[in-house]
């Protein structure tokens, strides 16, 4: 089983890659973030052309999340974190896909840092670390996936003493992902990769894809017994480069079958 995560960066302005790419790669699962689209304008009937079903979440002009499934249903749980009745950005959404609690997480950028887009973030970061305490406890497979916003250690990026004072790697932010994975959760592209560079978000500016000047912000954090099912992981890097792309790569990992 294939699970991907694709930070699209509006699905309307990259529809055509998206289905390209869904087209080459045919992913089992993806989980896409960033749809920058409200809800009655997300392309349903083009992820259904594609093959997908679909559930989504969005936002007008901003965030937006969405499960895509092929050949699998999808029985969706929630589309809000919990912990906060009054946050009503379009950030996460949870299905249950093949027997697997799925997350799909955009997680808040936080800058300017400090200020009160970062203490959003924290606070989010905070929320979403209790709901996957208990998502642990629930001792069901679950994948926790998307864009973390979040820089974990100095190996994730090119060039990292440009990044200590960005809300993606400032101390708070690595202390508050390295505590959501001190919980018990895999995360599953050092599992298999635990030194090498790999990156998954290029800036549109200064040729940092030609360079390879990247970050990796976008993670899957598996629970237990999918850490021991863990077969493969990779980013599809190329994808990048294609025309009108986003400045995010897919991240994908493959599991085997029960």
């Not at 965030?63 to 906060?84: C, K, S, Y």
């Amino acid at each position: 089983m294939r699970i991907a995560t694709y930070n699209v960066n509006g699905v309307n302005g990259r529809l055509p890659v998206l289905l390209r790419w869904l087209d080459e790669t045919k992913p089992d699962v993806v989980c896409l973030q960033e749809l920058k689209a409200p809800q009655e304008k997300f392309p349903e009937q083009a992820i259904i052309d594609a093959g997908y079903n679909a559930i989504w979440h969005g936002q007008k002009s901003w965030n937006g999340v969405a499960i895509l499934t092929r050949g699998h249903d999808i029985q969706e749980i929630r589309r809000v974190l919990p912990g906060d009745p009054e946050d009503e950005h379009s950030r996460y959404i949870e299905a249950i896909v093949n027997g697997i609690t799925i997350g799909c997480l955009y997680l808040p950028n936080g800058n300017p840092a400090p200020g009160p887009k970062y203490d959003y973030k924290l606070r989010w970061f905070d929320r979403l670390t209790t709901h996957a305490a208990e998502l642990l406890k629930s001792g069901k497979p679950v994948i926790l996936t998307g864009d973390y916003n979040a820089i974990p250690t100095f190996n994730d990026a090119y060039k990292a003493e440009r990044w200590v004072d960005d809300a993606l790697f400032r101390p708070e932010t690595r202390e508050a992902f390295e505590k959501l994975v001190a919980q018990g959760w895999t995360d599953a592209i050092r599992k298999l990769y635990p030194t090498e560079t790999i990156y998954t978000f290029w800036d549109y500016f200064r040729d940092a894809y030609g360079r390879n000047a990247g970050l990796r912000i976008d993670h899957f954090l598996l629970s237990p017994d999918l850490s021991d099912k863990l077969k493969a992981a990779g980013v599809d890097r190329n994808v990048r480069g294609w025309e009108k792309s986003s400045d995010h790569g897919p991240v994908w990992v493959e599991l085997a079958d029960s």
